[in-house]
Nanobody, 124 residues
Framework: QVQLVESGGGLVQPGGSLRLSCAAS????????IGWFRQAPGKEREGVSC???????FYTDSVKGRFTISRDNAKNTAYLTMNSLKPEDTAVYYC??????????????????WGQGTQVTVSS
């Protein structure tokens, strides 16, 4: 059974940093696309960053140079390190994975298994 559990969200001041974790179970993380998505109130869910099964890494333009996606295959865990946070980064952040061979782009519709989400609030 595929399961993803996020942690690490919270309240941070503008310019601060957070690291989100996504612990995976029921599958081997390194064999699948893994992504971080976010959804702010009244907005659609957007792809923030993904490591795709093709070997490529994606970042949406608004987080390039500030966010870094990574994974630890030994721990079967993915991470999103977020620096220089801005109020517009406030959202619920979800990690997600796609079945093997699926998920060639960082689009939510291609990812079928989701965690419960973790709230990130950037505010002074």
């Amino acid at each position: 059974q595929v399961q993803l559990v996020e942690s690490g969200g919270g309240l941070v001041q503008p310019g601060g940093s957070l690291r989100l974790s996504c612990a995976a179970s029921g599958f081997i993380l390194g064999y699948r696309s893994i992504g971080w998505f976010r959804q702010a109130p009244g907005k659609e869910r957007e792809g923030v960053s993904c490591i795709l099964y093709t070997g490529s890494t994606f970042y949406t333009d608004s987080v390039k140079g500030r966010f870094t996606i990574s994974r630890d295959n030994a721990k079967n865990t993915a991470y999103l390190t977020m620096n220089s946070l801005k109020p517009e980064d406030t959202a619920v952040y979800y990690c997600a994975t796609a079945p093997p061979g699926i998920g060639s782009s960082c689009v939510a519709s291609g990812f079928g298994s989701w965690g419960q989400g973790t709230q990130v609030t950037v505010s002074s």
